[in-house]
């Protein structure tokens, strides 16, 4: 009953109906916007402000933490390689830094650059692909219990709601949806959505504290 | 090509029409697209587009101001409001255009992004419109908009509730799905398909007194 094709007569009356041109061109005011916006290349919205805001302090941050876990580790050597004697007591703390083949400060070194070198892009991938799952399972599960967003929190969402919807249709267009740029991009949307609702989340549950599951 | 590529490619092609010029010696083929949309942007008019050139910008606006705003004015029905959403879809292509990434056609990427400013507008003069699900019917009968002029179709259009006409128009004219349009209004795939038989419906009763008296005074005639 229901087919398409018995409707074409009405598609077909539709389609041909003009192209509606506006009374007065918007381009002179796009003209002047993008003259005025000198950054528009390079703009981003949400995401960018956000990235500005908290990505840099965020990887300096990680950065200090890094030179400061191999700089403690240097120091920690030779405690830890006592501990390969027989006899002597092994600490809790002992035990988390002693590994079979971490003889020298310089092996150390080489397995933090190791780490890093063995996370292959397939890795990567699924992982973002899981994170992006959950953070959707988790804007899902919330959705009834949040509290309605209202005013820029409400735009500011369908922003983002937007953005995420142009990365899912680039992501359909590309036949094995394996490209980490984008589901890197699309995991960052729904953590600044996350965000976003998280707060009212919190306010509509009285407080509640369940930042575990946005951390999962 | 992605099943959804592949099912709208169909769909386009089931709407193409083939003109037949029997005048000169071999057939001249006009093939009519599924959307106004379909226009194809050089690549090297993109990358000056992507480089900040202003030029190239106006160009690319000139290509699809049409397109955008007959879409964003068939779902909204108010020209300022479709002239807004002109301008803010094209303002978002030309922040966003470094986020292009050419894997699919440009004109899709736009298109959707016109969509949205469109629907969101749409979502906030929403006036709660409730309509029930109903059971999809379609009349088989030739509709009277085979014989009504634009602008008469075009009045007729406006006459219907602005969601019932936006899901009308993406079905017919875009050639969405209706689970795409559901998700897109975020409603379920059965109100998309009762809004195509309610607006096919509505249409014809509001074309069709138009019609009437004109068949009353063949009837008296014979």
Sequence with gaps: MHDRNRQLNLADALRALPLETPEHSVWPELAAELSRDSQFGIRDSVKGERMRRFAIPALL???????????????????????????SRITNHEIATVTPDNASSNTNSAKVGNVHSAATDAAQLAALQRRSQDLERWLSETGDVA???QGQDLLAATEIENLIGLVDVELTAKRQMQDTGLWKRRVDLLEDLSALRYSNYQLAAGGRVIAASLTN | MSV?????TLVADTRDYFACDHSHARCIFT?????????DV?????????????????????????PVYTLALRLLGEPEAARDALHDAMLKVFQ?????????????WLRQIALNEALMRLRQHDRAETHDDLDAFVDEAPGPWVHADATTLERALGKLPAQTRSVLWLYHVEGYSHPEIAGMVGKTVSFSKSQVARGTQRLREILEPSVGPMSCMIATAN
Excluded: K, M
């Excluded at chain 1, 876990?69 to 920690?76: K, L, T």
């Excluded at chain 2, 093939?31 to 226009?39: D, E, N, P, R, Y």
């Design chain 1, 147 to 149: 509290a309605p967003l």
């Design chain 1, 61 to 87: 941050a990680a950065a200090l933490a890094g030179i400061f876990v191999v700089s403690f580790r240097r120091h920690e050597t030779p405690t830890s390689a006592q501990t390969t004697n027989p006899g």
């Design chain 2, 96 to 108: 966003r255009i470094g986020q292009f990434r050419g894997e699919s056609p440009f004109w899709g």
């Design chain 2, 42 to 66: 050089p690549q090297a008019l993109l990358a000056r587009a992507c480089a900040g050139d202003l030029g190239a910008f106006e160009q690319i606006y000139r290509r699809f101001e049409r």
């Design chain 2, 31 to 39: 093939i009519v697209t599924a959307s106004s949309f379909q226009i």
């Design chain 2, 4 to 8: 959804r590529t592949l099912q709208r």
